[in-house]
Nanobody, 122 residues
Framework: QVQLVESGGGLVQAGDSLSISCAASGRTYIINRMGWIRQAPGKEREFVAALNWIDSVTSYADSVKGRFTISRDNTKSTLYLQMNSLRLEDTAVYYC???????????????WGQGIQVTVSS
């Protein structure tokens, strides 16, 4: 129903900045919230940031607050994540996700992208 495609990942050094994006297609009008979730090797999926599609209210994990910014381009149905002051511990596969329902679980989403690797080196 909704397709998500991430782009823009790669290898950067600690302290650098990187922006990743997610293009949504299909029945995007049913989306009420989109977010970024990451998963590091051997760890569980972790909430990073999310944005309400209706009012653009955002939320962030404490670990990225002040360094990452989530935003959207309404005309392109595209979600962005600007990542500044990257740290080694930010290394992970970053997933774009969208949902129609309202869930208390911050990593519960209805549709997921394929994931994109972000690697931060020292």
């Amino acid at each position: 129903q909704v397709q998500l495609v991430e782009s823009g990942g790669g290898l950067v050094q600690a302290g650098d900045s990187l922006s990743i994006s997610c293009a949504a297609s299909g029945r995007t009008y049913i989306i009420n919230r989109m977010g970024w979730i990451r998963q590091a090797p051997g760890k569980e999926r972790e909430f990073v940031a999310a944005l309400n599609w209706i009012d653009s209210v955002t939320s962030y994990a404490d670990s990225v607050k002040g360094r990452f910014t989530i935003s959207r381009d309404n005309t392109k149905s595209t979600l962005y994540l600007q990542m500044n002051s990257l740290r080694l511990e930010d290394t992970a596969v970053y997933y774009c996700a969208a949902r129609r329902g309202w869930y208390s679980d911050p990593v519960k989403y209805d549709w997921w992208g394929q994931g994109i690797q972000v690697t931060v080196s020292s």
